[in-house]
């Protein structure tokens, strides 16, 4: 019987190939991948363990021809999957990419655990859930969240796309795939309009500007009835101000100076635009003053054509509106100014219930959110919060942290 019980453990052996280690790595791998009509699971688990010990002191080619061996394995020691999952990239990459045994613990465990260049490898794995995508993403990494969003088998949950939509703010690159993806709801498309360049906000109008004509249906009755009650439960009225039909603001139409919505955008085109002049025409429009803002400060201009689109203005009043902005209609030379056709387009493409759709949503989301402690939010930047809010009130933060001078 050999005495090898007798010598002492060598932790730091040189860097010599072995053969025989070489060999016994081979064998112990072939018996953890032996069917169970061969071993049971507690054969495989001491196996497995012995594996890993001796691994730990294996080179990396002996490292990786193991990991290679047993990744296509229905089944795996979980200390062995430990081991081999925070090796690196190059052989923790094996498993990730071929091994269908692993849960979504054992993915969840090596993205924190690991580096950025695992987590990279791990966002192209099929069949992504939403535990392992989120624990993915809370890295803030761009390169790993791209790549998940172009991971078309990956699932995405709600909290980690409102994390994304938040980030496409600053990270441009995010935007055209987070646009694709079928977990983004308009409520998050209709807030990333803001900082979007004129190529994907038409592809949100075209994809997330919804009809009501559904919900303007099966709501016809609870009208009367709210009408009955004098309009006096909050919590209705909000809904169904979303909900109706008509845009325009009857009573703020009586107490106007203004005969209507059309006189008061000629005002704006007579003398240009002013604080009072964009406040009345909020209100005619039927929004707030800070939603009215909001449109008229927009830099692109589409906006200026939804609001009108959604409050029944023709084209003729777009045009006086983008005058009073003082926004060129003409180029250089002489041909229609790019920003300007783009705004024509928009006007020319949206019907009226669905720009309707967009403009309240920004109502909703810009101006009823609006707290005395969400602005105090949005002034400080407390993005680290956006959890402790609701989902308008995290829209607002979003789409108005520019204007309070950041």
Excluded at 26 to 38: F, I
Aim: some cysteine; hydrophobic content about 45%.
């Amino acid at each position: 019987m050999s005495d090898l019980a007798a010598l002492p453990e060598d932790d730091a052996a040189p860097a010599v190939h072995f053969r025989a280690r070489g060999a016994l790595l081979k064998r112990l791998a072939d018996v953890v991948s032996l069917p169970t009509s061969r071993i049971n699971a507690f054969e495989r688990a001491v196996t497995g363990d012995l594996l890993v010990e001796t691994l730990r002191l294996a080179a990396f080619e002996d490292r990786k021809k193991v990991a290679a061996r047993l990744a296509p394995l229905a089944e795996l020691p979980n200390a062995l999957v430990r081991l081999l999952l925070r090796d690196e990239p190059a052989i923790a990459g094996l498993l990730i990419e071929q091994c269908a045994s692993l849960t979504d613990a054992d993915l969840a465990a090596c993205a924190r655990d690991t580096t950025e260049a695992h987590r990279l490898i791990m966002a192209s794995r099929r069949g992504l859930s939403e535990v392992v995508t989120e624990t993915l993403m809370s890295f803030g990494e761009s390169a790993v969240i791209d790549t998940i969003l172009k991971n078309n088998t990956a699932r995405i949950g709600q909290v980690a796309i409102e994390g994304v939509v938040g980030l496409s703010r600053t990270d441009s690159l995010l935007r055209q795939h987070l646009l694709r993806r079928p977990e983004l709801r308009p409520s998050g498309a209709y807030v990333m309009f803001w900082w979007c360049d004129g190529d994907d906000r038409r592809t949100i109008l075209q994809r997330f500007a919804v009809s009501r004509e559904v919900l303007q249906e099966v709501a016809e009755d609870v009208f009367a009835m709210a009408a009955e009650e004098d309009w006096q439960d909050p919590v209705s009225r909000k809904a169904l101000q979303f909900i109706e039909r008509r845009q325009r603001n009857r009573a703020a139409i009586e107490k106007s100076p203004y005969a209507g919505l059309e006189q008061a955008v000629a005002a704006a085109a007579d003398v240009g635009m002013n604080r009072e002049i964009a406040t009345e025409i909020s209100y005619l429009s039927g929004i707030k003053p800070v939603t009215g803002a909001k449109i008229i400060g927009d830099a692109g201009g589409e906006p200026l054509a939804i609001l009108c689109k959604a409050t029944g203005l023709a084209k003729s009043d777009l045009a006086c509106l983008w005058r009073a902005m003082r926004r060129p209609e003409t180029d250089a030379d002489g041909e229609v100014h790019a920003a300007w056709e783009r705004v024509q387009i928009v006007y020319d493409m949206l019907a009226v219930d669905r720009a309707q759709t967009v403009l309240r949503y920004w109502n909703w989301s810009l101006s009823s959110a609006l707290t005395p402690a969400l602005l105090r939010a949005i002034r400080d930047g407390e993005e680290e919060g956006l959890d402790d809010y609701s989902a308008p009130e995290r829209a607002a933060m979003l789409a108005l942290a520019e204007n309070f001078g950041r």
